[in-house]
C-alpha cells in the first residue's frame, strides 16, 4: 500500500464503504441498523470521513460480507 496522510486513508475508506453499500443493495440506515448505530453514524464515515477503530471497521467489513482486507483495499477503486 502506498503511503497516504490520514484525511486521504478516511476519503477512501468512506467511498469504499458506500460502494460495498451499495453493491449489498443497503441504505445507510440499513447498514446502521446492522451494526446497532444509526444512519448518521454511517453518513459521518461515507462523507465526512470518520476515524473508525478497529473493532468498527471489523462490524462494518462483516456487514458488508467482505473481510476488514478487503474493505481497506483501495486499490481496486477508480481515481
Request: charge should be positive.
Amino acid at each position: 500500500m502506498k503511503e497516504m496522510s490520514i484525511s486521504e486513508f478516511k476519503r477512501k475508506l468512506g467511498e469504499r464503504i458506500m460502494i460495498l453499500r451499495k453493491q449489498n443493495n443497503l441504505s445507510q440506515e440499513q447498514l446502521a441498523h446492522t451494526i446497532g448505530k444509526d444512519k448518521q453514524f454511517i453518513n459521518r464515515y461515507e462523507v465526512q470521513g470518520a476515524n473508525p477503530t478497529a473493532f468498527i471497521l471489523f462490524q462494518i467489513a462483516k456487514a458488508l460480507k467482505v473481510t476488514p482486507n478487503e474493505l481497506l483495499t483501495f486499490e481496486s477503486m477508480s481515481k
